[in-house]
């Protein structure tokens, strides 16, 4: 991972920066709720990305929050192939290298 370009530029300010404007979607105050899994619309909140970016730099290791995986806000950041370098064994179970490659292409 060393190797990504991501891990340079994504920084904490840079994120901020460009997409802290950004209505994200987050479950939040699980920690209150041992059910929070079950009971997830009542802690569905929407926020700005700065805010959520804020809450994960200052807010120590926690559970209480999170980003859900539905939100878009990075989808038009660098192509994952220019963020992230992919190590694809040449043949193993998901077979070869210029398969796996295609597969990748697809989803971009």
């Known amino acids: 991972m060393q ?3 991501a891990m340079s530029l ?3 300010e840079y994120l901020k920066a460009r997409y802290g ?3 994200v979607e987050v479950t939040a105050n699980r920690d ?8 997830l ?11 959520y970016v804020d809450m994960v730099t200052t807010g120590g290791e926690t559970n209480d929050y999170y980003l859900v995986a539905r939100n878009e806000v990075l989808e038009h950041e660098l192509p994952l192939h220019n963020a992230v370098v ?4 040449s043949r193993g179970r998901i077979g070869t290298r210029r398969a796996a490659v295609r597969r990748l292409d697809m989803i971009r």
Do not use: C, M, Q, V
């Open 32 to 39: 209150s709720d041992p059910d929070y899994e079950l009971n």
């Open 41 to 51: 619309a009542r802690h569905r909140r929407e926020i700005l990305f700065g805010d």
């Open 21 to 23: 404007s950004e209505t």
């Open 3 to 5: 190797n990504w370009k």
């Open 86 to 89: 992919l190590t694809i064994p």
């Open 10 to 12: 994504w920084t904490p």
